[in-house]
């Protein structure tokens, strides 16, 4: 790989020997562990279960001398956060798509962490290789955290540059690094729509987005050559129940009212664990078809990407039993689904004052209100 994309690519085989051990030797990164493996274990023997973990994975770590085999240790976790908190995870499409060759998966963005790791799933089930991931500086507060997302086949998209040529150079660094990736290293590719989660259930694609991909097109080329060279698969990801949908819906309504939202520190983190271990429901997954067409620009393929995304959106009874508990349609609630559904919101409500809760409700209906339209 070149050196260029040091500061950004994930780490590989060679740099295993230091940043495993490094890894697992983290008090944080053990802790973390330790609560999502033994959630319903009493607190006071953490620290015992600590210790035992670190002396586990540190014996398994000198089994590892590839980044495939720290994901086959990773595997497992990946495997009980299905079995306990969904429902069902189902898939669509993607025996119909050609991954004989690279893709560059553009999915909405509803979890830090999930999306990604629910479409790595979908397609190891279907064996294939899995992803590298783009992942925001931002979430690289804690040293861990970045050393255990670039093991996890992450790299870096360098947000936090103010000046105008460092975002522009970095940018055209990431651009390069993509098109690199799928070309010349033949691996899949994933892309959130936008920068942040949707967190009012609105999935638009930023086109600035589709402009940073399109930073590194030859001259030679048109616009519509290079894009349908990058094979973008639309993914449209969605979930039943929202772990994070409490939490997301006051920092809306705290945005409206104030006008900013201060962040906790560890708020990212914390969001990347209640993502994980919150209870999900059913959760379905459509791939569509590598977009291939003739575009003039950004907006045009972001435009095609959002209606693509929002027709293959499955918003389940949470999104009928909220755009009934808002006013805007009638549902039988004879039906189970919608009887659970409408439990589980009112039951998310009781956190919330009245207009937080207009704001959980909207989450879930916005996508069910503009398929009708």
Known sequence: ???????????????????????????DFIASLVAFKFAS??????????????????????????????????????????ATTTDSVTISG????????????VSNHRDIALDPALINWALHVHGQDTVRIAVGDNLLKKPWVADLIRLN?????????????????????LSEYIEFTLHSELQHVWIAQREGRAKDGN??????????????KPKAKTFSEYVNELRIVPVSISYEFDPCDVSKAREL????KDGCYDKPDNEDVQSIVNGITGKKGRVHLHFSEVLFGEYENAK???AYLDKVILDNYKPFATGLVAASMLGNTDIDLTD?????????????????????SLKLLNMYATAYKKQLS
């Open 1 to 27: 790989m070149l050196e260029k994309f040091d500061s950004i690519r994930p780490f590989d085989d060679a740099d295993l020997a230091i940043e495993l051990p490094k890894l697992f030797n983290t008090p």
């Open 41 to 82: 274990w009493p607190r006071f023997t953490w620290p015992l279960l600590a210790r035992i973990t670190r002396f586990y994975i540190n014996r398994q770590a000198k089994k590892i001398d590839t980044l495939s085999g720290f994901q086959s240790l990773i595997g497992p976790y990946m495997d009980k956060m299905i």
């Open 94 to 105: 993607l025996d119909e798509l050609d991954v004989s060759k690279p893709c560059l998966f």
């Open 153 to 173: 086949k992450c790299f870096i998209v360098k947000r936090q540059a103010t000046d105008r040529r460092e975002k522009l150079k970095a940018a055209k660094l």
């Open 203 to 216: 999935d638009l694609t930023n086109p600035a987005i589709i402009s940073m991909l399109s930073l590194n």
């Open 253 to 256: 309504d705290q945005l409206e």
């Open 300 to 302: 045009g393929v972001a």
């Open 336 to 356: 189970n689904h919608y009887k659970v559904a409408k439990q589980y919101l009112k039951e998310r409500l009781q956190h919330l004052n009245e207009a937080e």
